[in-house]
Nanobody, 118 residues
Framework: QVQLVESGGGLVQSGGSLRLSCAAS????????MGWYRQAPGKQRDLVAR???????NYAESVKGRFTISRDNAKNTVDLQMNSLKPEDTAVYYC????????????WGQGTQVTVSS
């Protein structure tokens, strides 16, 4: 079955950087989108960034200019480079993938904690 495994979360000071990585396995169809969501305590889960199979990227307004998403189609991986981190970026970050050309399904990773201290 499809599995998404994240790595790279942790604790960083405000202004610092972290890089999140996600590897997808069990893939038998085309991955249309890969991306990252985040959920802070008491808040809804929101899209951070996503990237299509041809490299078109979309970002939440709050992270534009600070975060960069990249993808390796051959390895089925997606990375999120996070720079100039702020305390409000603290959240659990979830890797996602939309897989399949017909009846596409959304898959989630287990999440990785990112904590930014002030």
């Amino acid at each position: 079955q499809v599995q998404l495994v994240e790595s790279g979360g942790g604790l960083v000071q405000s202004g610092g950087s972290l890089r999140l990585s996600c590897a997808a396995s069990g893939i038998r169809s085309r991955i249309i989108y890969m991306g990252w969501y985040r959920q802070a305590p008491g808040k809804q889960r929101d899209l951070v960034a996503r990237i299509s199979s041809v490299g078109n990227a979309n970002y939440a307004e709050s992270v534009k200019g600070r975060f960069t998403i990249s993808r390796d189609n051959a390895k089925n991986t997606v990375d999120l480079q996070m720079n100039s981190l702020k305390p409000e970026d603290t959240a659990v970050y979830y890797c996602t993938a939309i897989i399949g050309d017909t009846g596409a399904q959304l898959y989630w990773g287990q999440g990785t904690q990112v904590t930014v201290s002030s």
